[in-house]
Structures are given as C-alpha cells and as structure tokens.
C-alpha cells in the first residue's frame, strides 16, 4: 500500500469527470434494470452502493457479443473488404472486480497465443481497468479458491477500495501509476487508511465461505474424463443453455457468420457456446452431441485443457454461472464431487 | 385450504415416501423433483435413481423449476413433481406424444403459489443471500434481514404467474399429495409489465420492445426450459437457410422470440420459467402471457388443462374465429 493516495466519496464524481476528458470512461450503471457497464452519465456514483458485479462480465467489452470484422461492398471490380474505422480513444473501466480484473489476462493469454487477434489486443491496449476492492462479496463467490481474493490486484492498472468516507487508491501497473501520481485531486493516504483499508479487507475476505479445493483438479478431472456415468449424473439436470459460458468472464469461443444482402454485408464474429447442440454445427457435427459430453468440456476446459496449456485456472470464482444458472448448478459441487485420484477407474 | 409451513412439511414427508416406494417396489426408473439449493431460498432439480436420494426431496414456496421440461429428454418410467402449471404441461406433452401417460407416474403437490425472491430483493433493498429468512404462513410472508423482519402480501412476493394462476392443484396425477388449493386469484394487484405495455401506444410498445431486447444474450435459456420448445431443431439453429443472424443483435434478438412465442401459442401454460431465468431480465411473460389470452379469447382454448379437450393445433372448426383474418 505504500504510495497510496485517497479521494473523498463527494469527489469521485469529480474525478471521473477529468478523467473524461481523455477517456471513454464507464462505470456500472442499472439504468436498464440489470447491472452492466455503460458510459458513465458524468454524475452517478450511487454504485458505490448497490454495485457487487455486473451481470455481463467485463470481457464484453474486449470481446463483445458481436461485433463486425470488416465490411463487405460491392464495386466494378468486384467486392471491396474494409476493416472497421480505426477508434484511438482510450477507454477508462471503473469499478472493475478482482475477479473479473483477473479474467482479462486470462483471455489476454489466448488472444495472443498461436496469432495476435487485433480486435481484441486493440481494446485492451487502449483501456485503463480501474479496480474496485469488493466489500460485499456474494455467497456463490469462489474467488479466494482459484488464486485470487476480494483484494486481488491482478490484471488492474489502478484499484479503488472503499473505507467509508474516503476510497483508498493504488496504481498497481506502470500506467496506473502514472495516472495516480500526476493527479491533483488525489490527496495522500494517512496510515490510519490504509489500516482501514486492512481490516475492510480481511472482513470481505472472511465472507467468502464457498471453498474448494482446486490444488489437484487437473489431475482429478484428467482420471475422471472417460466415466461417462459420472458425467451422466453430473448433467442430468442443465438444459444446455448458454448462461454459463456467454456470461462467465473467461469462456472465449466465438462463432464468424456473414451478414449479406445482395452480396453486400459484414463478416461478424460473435460470442458461442460449447454447452449448444449446434456448436460447431457450422463446419462440421457437433463432435459433442451428447449433453453429457458439452458438460464436461466446460468444465474441463476451465479446470483442465487452459491449466495444461497455460498453467492457469481459467475460473475466477465470479460466481455468475452459479447465481445465473436456471437450474442452479453449481460448479464448485461438481469439482467436490470428483473422486479422489485413486478411487477412479483408470 | 391456507397454507401453513407445517401442511407443507406433511406433504413433503408423503413425497419422500411416495418416491423411495416407487423406486423400490421398480414401478418407476427414476424420479424427477427438488433439493435444497446450494443458495439461500432456492431449489435445483434432483433426477435420481438412488432410493436414498429420495431422502433430498423437497417441497416449499421456492420449487421453480417446471420439472416436465426434462421429460422428452428422459428415459425409462419416470415420477415426477409436479405443480399445477407443471401438470398443465405434462398434459400438453402428453397429448403431442412427447411422452406416454403410462410411463409416467406424477406426484401431484397441490401449490399454493411460488415466492419471487427478485421481488423480495426488491422490496427489502437487499440481495438474495443478504436476506436471512422468507417464510409464510397463510397469506403473510414474513422477511427476516438481521434483526429487522417486515411482513408483505401474496400480491407484493408471489410470482405474476402464480398470482393469475388458473389451476393451482394438477387435474392429471397419480398421488395427490395433500389437500387441495384454490387460485390466489389477485393478478389485477399486482402491478404487472403487461398492464403497464397495454396502456401504450403501439409506437411506444415497439421502442420498448427493441429496446429491451438490446441486451438479449442469445443463450436461449428462455427456450430451454420451455417444455413447450421441444424442437429437435429450432428454426433459429437453422442454418439452410438461415432464418435469422445466429448473432446477438436487433431485430434478430426481438425476431426469435416473436416466432418462439408463435411456436408455443396454444401450448404455453403461462408457467413463468421463460421470464424467470432470463439473465438479463427481459420481461417475456408479457409476450407470452399476452399471446395465451390472445389464444383463450379466439379459441376458448387454455393448454393442458385436461387430458380430454383437443390440443388447439390438432383440432379445426369450420366456423371457429372468422375474424381471425381479416
Ligand atoms: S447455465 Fe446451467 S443450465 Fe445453462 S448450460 Fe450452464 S449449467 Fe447448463
Ligand atoms: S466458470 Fe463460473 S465462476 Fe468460473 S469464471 Fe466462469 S462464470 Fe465465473
Ligand atoms: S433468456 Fe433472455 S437473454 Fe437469453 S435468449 Fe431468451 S430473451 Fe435472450
Ligand atoms: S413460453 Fe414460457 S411461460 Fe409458456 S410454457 Fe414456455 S416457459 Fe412456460
């Protein structure tokens, strides 16, 4: 915490407006009904309130739910393809969550891996992720078992921790950094703050009861893969809708479907999901076509493939699939209930 | 009869029984019904073959869930719980040979309506797992937040649907499992979207519409827990052709379900799950509650409320609604 600074509650307003004037800024808003990231309405900071997560998960905003890749029009010579106009203003995310914070370099991860994905690289070059420490955790929240907390900074530039009157703040990356030095209206930490900002901590930290333990998950998961009547009962109650993975911060597949009209369009891509019969329908079968087999690829992918292949839970412990989930199934029962290692068949 | 907690846990004890006796005297291979959640005030379903099981089974104000949507899908003989709109659906599916009446073994609970937790949240100022107790007894629901406990009506705290409820205790069952209810009867108290979009100009009801249907995800849950959306292939997975952009976007979002709501008129049974597991809270009981009064006022026609009465698709009048085209 060192170098910490602090704005009063009555100056966040204030302060969001400066930022405005180089950033796109956001901040959670219900203005809808459902809790969502939106440009900010230059006044409202009633968050501060009501705010534990939004329901789309911050990813929407670096890989939206559709998006077009490029434009399709026609001309002489034949078809013109144009990418979309350039956009260079940053984007400033305030009240980030620990856990979704984390997903981004989760996802990062992959959008760079076997090729650079611009679109998504784009955005999140240009974006600042202003955290917001959670106070009011909710009980389906896991975050403290997959490597992360309440508190947890990764994948913040700067983060926000309310101790009552004041919010803490705390540059975590080089960006962040600069951004919190350089601001007037930032006045500095006392170590009464931060000791407060401590103890908030610990409390939020407390108030996570949802535990699992995910040290041999991988491992588990790998001897229980072919159980088919393991994954049978584990199934039998999802209804293979796409709550789970179109809202968790770190599913990423995407489907790339031409809109046209008399052969002029836009080749779009937008968000897929594994749990669907028809995933993948497009190139080929579903090579899952049983419930059972989407259930454990879910699963599996988070706790298993993305852990071999990047050495990284791909699960932040949001919780959404829980609270969302129309059946309520609920993935922390399901990786208790793996058999230990050596009760499986293989 | 008036609910009482303690008629409720007699009913839930005849379950249990009813349930493990079947399983073990093999007239059925596995029973459908409720658990405990793992959140505050909610259930899950429990599909089960194991007797033991049966022990999980419960019955109380949060059993959302319209279990009859997992038939099609389900093996063998099967026990089922079933409240009264989900008898009205078993009956639909029954009578379009979705599923036979003779593999079916329904344990009727005769429902006294069912607690939205969103309204509760709404009404207390405080999130589902904020909230320490709801219970009821009769027609007072009583909200427990720390020391703080205040009382509400049926028409503040029930479900929209439960509160226009026609058939509350199912007509189709094999075992009833206590006595039973009478509709709650107070749709008109409560401030339903529906009233609110009837009072709109048609205009107004269009901006409203696109508007909500901006925030469609696309994950289709609205369709998969329609017991009525049975499609091995839904028109909207269609891809020659194509009848609509496979993308969450406007007006492919507001499109599919104008043709959903058309799919399932005359066998919707106006069970509320479509509305209730929407993530994104898009109030499609409005559609679809709307096109169910639609289909009762051209045809006199209520889904699945008898095994007798024809199914409103199969059965043609020569003189029926000559108004219908204008
Ligand atoms: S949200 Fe629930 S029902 Fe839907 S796919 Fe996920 S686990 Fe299955
Ligand atoms: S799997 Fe569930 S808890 Fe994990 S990140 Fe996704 S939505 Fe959150
Ligand atoms: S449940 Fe809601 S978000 Fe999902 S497809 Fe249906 S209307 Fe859209
Ligand atoms: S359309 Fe909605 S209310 Fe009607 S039967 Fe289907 S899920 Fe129930």
Excluded at chain 1, 84 to 107: N, Q
Excluded at chain 2, 34 to 53: C, M, Q, R, V, W
Excluded at chain 2, 312 to 322: G, I, M, P, S
Aim: net charge neutral; hydrophobic share 35%; charged share 30%.
């Amino acid at each position: 915490m060192a170098d910490s600074k602090k704005v009063r509650k009555e100056d966040l307003a204030g302060l969001l407006t400066e930022w405005s004037r180089d950033y796109a800024v956001l901040a959670p808003s219900r203005a809808d009904g459902v809790a969502r990231m939106a440009a900010w309405d230059g006044e409202d900071i009633s968050f501060l309130d009501w705010y534990r997560n939004t329901i789309n998960p911050v990813k929407s905003l670096f890989l939206p739910p559709v998006e077009e890749m490029f434009s399709i029009s026609r001309n002489e010579r034949g078809h013109r393809i144009e990418l979309p106009p350039k956009d260079d203003t940053g984007c400033l995310v305030f009240g980030v969550r620990p856990c979704d914070a984390r997903s981004l370099i989760l996802l990062d991860v992959v959008f760079e891996d076997a090729y650079e994905d611009p679109y998504y690289l784009d955005r999140r070059r240009r974006s600042i992720v202003v955290g917001l420490c959670c106070t009011n955790p909710c009980d389906s929240c896991f975050c403290t078992s997959v490597d992360s907390g309440p508190a947890a900074t990764a994948g913040m530039d700067i983060m926000f921790t309310d101790i009552g009157d004041n919010l803490l703040v705390e540059g975590i990356s080089r960006k962040g950094k600069e951004l919190v030095a350089g601001n007037a209206t930032l006045a500095k930490a006392t170590r009464t703050d931060e000791n407060r900002a401590r103890k908030i901590r610990l409390a939020a930290e407390k108030k996570i009861t949802r535990k699992i333990d995910t040290g041999d998950s991988k491992e588990r998961l790998l001897a229980v893969f072919e159980d088919e009547s393991f994954w049978q009962q584990v199934s039998a109650k999802c209804v293979s809708c796409g709550v789970c993975t179109l809202l968790c911060p770190t599913c990423y597949c995407f489907d790339i479907n031409d809109a046209m009209t008399g052969g002029e369009g836009s080749r779009c891509r937008s968000l897929d999901s594994c749990a669907f019969s028809s995933y993948t329908k497009m190139p080929m079968e579903n090579p899952r076509a049983d419930k059972w087999r989407r259930v454990r690829n879910k699963l599996c992918h988070k706790y298993e493939f993305y852990p071999m292949l990047f050495d990284n839970i791909a699960c932040t412990g949001c919780g959404r699939c829980i609270r969302l989930c129309p059946v309520n199934w609920d993935i922390t029962q399901v990786l208790d209930s793996l058999p230990a290692k050596h009760e499986s068949k293989i | 009869m008036s609910y009482s907690a303690a008629k409720n846990s007699q009913m839930q004890k005849k379950l249990r029984q009813e349930a493990k006796a079947l399983l073990e005297q093999g007239k059925v291979d596995c029973i459908i019904g409720y658990e405990p959640g793992s959140l505050k005030h909610a259930t899950t379903p429990l599909i089960t073959k194991d007797k033991a099981a049966t022990e999980r089974l419960v019955i109380n104000p949060f059993i959302v869930n319209n279990l009859s949507n997992f038939l099609p899908y389900t093996k063998g003989r099967i026990g089922i719980v079933a409240k009264g709109c989900d008898s009205r659906s078993i009956v639909s599916l029954i009578q379009d040979n979705k599923v036979k009446r003779e593999d079916l073994f329904i344990l009727g609970v005769p429902c006294s309506g069912l607690i939205d937790v969103s309204k509760v949240e709404a009404l207390v100022g405080k999130y589902r797992d904020e909230i320490d107790d709801i219970s009821r007894q009769g027609d007072i629901i009583t909200v427990k937040v720390g020391a703080a406990k205040k009382e509400f009506s049926l028409s503040q705290v029930m479900f929209d649907n439960c509160l226009a409820c026609e058939l509350p205790t199912p007509a189709e069952y094999d075992v009833l499992l206590g006595e039973p209810t009478s509709p709650i009867g107070a749709a008109a108290e409560s401030a339903g979207k529906l009233d609110e979009l009837k009072a709109m100009t048609a205009a107004q009801r269009w901006a409203f519409w696109q508007n909500e249907f901006r925030r469609c995800t696309r994950c289709y849950a609205c369709r998969n827990v329609c017991p009525a959306c049975y499609c091995k292939r839904c028109f909207v997975d269609e891809t020659e052709p194509q009848w609509l952009a496979p993308m969450p976007q406007e007006p492919d979002n507001l499109m599919f379900q104008i043709i959903r709501n058309l799919h399932v008129s005359g066998r919707c049974t106006d069970c509320g799950e479509c509305e209730r597991t929407c993530p994104v809270n898009i109030p499609l009981r409005a559609l679809t509650r709307d096109m169910y009064d639609i289909v009762d006022e051209l045809f006199e026609f209520k889904s699945g409320m008898d095994t007798k009465t024809q199914p409103l698709l199969t059965a043609y009048e020569v003189d029926e609604a000559e108004d219908l085209v204008k």
